[in-house]
């Protein structure tokens, strides 16, 4: 009977247990849910500015982030930017780069050299020739495809850019010109490239020539097209060999005419500069300050006086308590000779975080005017999606702020996405709106932890929990202790 009186209080107990410990972990589990991070309002950023829309009604814009937001934003990667409806609720943005591709391109005249082939007597017979111009000029080929240059019906050709010069752009095409044909003419050309008149590359092979007529109707065919994938200084080359052969044993035309087009695509980037305001120090050294740390991408720093040499040491803090750090020991410079002025070179920072320079000459001194200094930063575009309702406020300066970027091929449509320097650009009026104040620069003051409650009843839980535990445990002692008698 007590065995059994056992097994049945023993079976009470681990239930009673499982039960305890299955609300402990579903209260600790509870007590540790994360707080949903708060969404921004206007009241948490230190400015605003009203936006002004170009291009009617668009379901996105594109701005250029001004150098206001910068120097009083409270992050240096403007984290804390946002664009706000109407009705006060954020829309989607985006921060890329603010820069433009074009294509440049130049109209390149070659100097034509007609020559004479002649093939090279020794060992290397089939991969050697000779071809000399009337002008004197003589060339010797070393090519696996020597042996071309000598097929039959075959014309011959040496340009050379009229300046003499290697091109400015990498050549994309060749345009030809000959005298009119009495009858249809077709030709193969074969284009190939140089830089020193001995060692010669083919860069287009067998490319159709035309001169058709039939009727009123005319076909020409004069363009040789370098394809992309000859690199881009190998389309420099300052020598061009020009090979056309006539279909079918047919005389080739007579080349009068040559010119090149070189292409290009630039990429150019607008940037805004900051300039730091200076204080002299005891000691002589001079210290350049910022409003706030800027991600820089370049530094100027230039003197005022002429023809003089000035050796510096630079060194940098991302903050005004932070410690000294060795930027560079640098030149600087400004000359005159002739009329033609030159300065020492921007360093190179590739967005080096910088709110404070020091500057000290070396062996020299600056006098009473000490060097200028501008921090040079890549600008940024802000493209956002115009929901809601105009119209739309930029916000920034809180601290507290989380990064919300999204990447612009998320937020654009394919084909915006191609067309995007198309977009309609919005401007950032010149009236500044106070809202939360220069407070919001600065990180909050600490919280008291959210929902305390949850801490005094997880210890409550936990205190009951060991109390119901000894009471079991007692009580099963009790009942064990007759049993064992």
Known sequence: ?????????????????????????????FSRAETPAQTLTLNDFNQAAELVLQGGNAPFYRLTVPENVYLNSARPDLRDIRVFDNTGHSVPVALTSAKQTTDETIRVRFIIYPLSQTRAQGNDDDRKIRLKADNGTELTIYNDNAGALLRPATATYLLVPDNHQPLALPLREVSLAWPAQT???????????????????PVARDIPLMDLTSGTDTLLAQQIIVPSSVSASERKAPYWLLSVTGDNGQTPPVITK???????TVERRDVNRFVFEHSAEPDGAVIYSLPN?????????????????????????TETDGKWLPLANQVLFSLEDNGAESHNANIILNNQPVRQLRLTAINSSWRDQPPKVTGIKYAQYLTFNAQGTAPYLLAWGAYNAEPVFMPLSQMLPENTLKNQAE????????????????????????????FAWKTWLLWGVLIAGVA????????????????QR
Do not use: H
Request: net charge positive; proline share 6%.
């Open 258 to 264: 040559a010119e090149g087009t070189g292409l290009q």
């Open 1 to 29: 009977m007590n065995s059994g009186n056992y097994a049945i209080n023993y079976r009470r107990w681990r239930c009673g247990m499982m039960i305890l410990t299955a609300f402990l972990a579903s209260v600790t589990t």
């Open 293 to 317: 740390s800027q991600y820089l991408n370049q530094l100027n720093i230039s003197i005022a006086q002429e023809n003089t040499v000035l050796p510096v040491r630079i060194e940098y803090r």
């Open 183 to 201: 009858g249809n003419m077709q030709a193969k050309a074969t284009l190939y490239r140089s830089d020193d008149k001995q060692n010669w590359s």
């Open 423 to 450: 977009l309609p650009s919005a401007t950032v009026s010149e009236q500044l709106r106070t809202l939360g104040g220069e407070e919001k620069l600065r990180p909050a003051p600490p919280a008291a932890p959210p």
């Open 468 to 483: 119901v535990l000894g009471l079991f445990a007692v009580r099963l002692l009790k009942e064990i202790k007759p049993s």
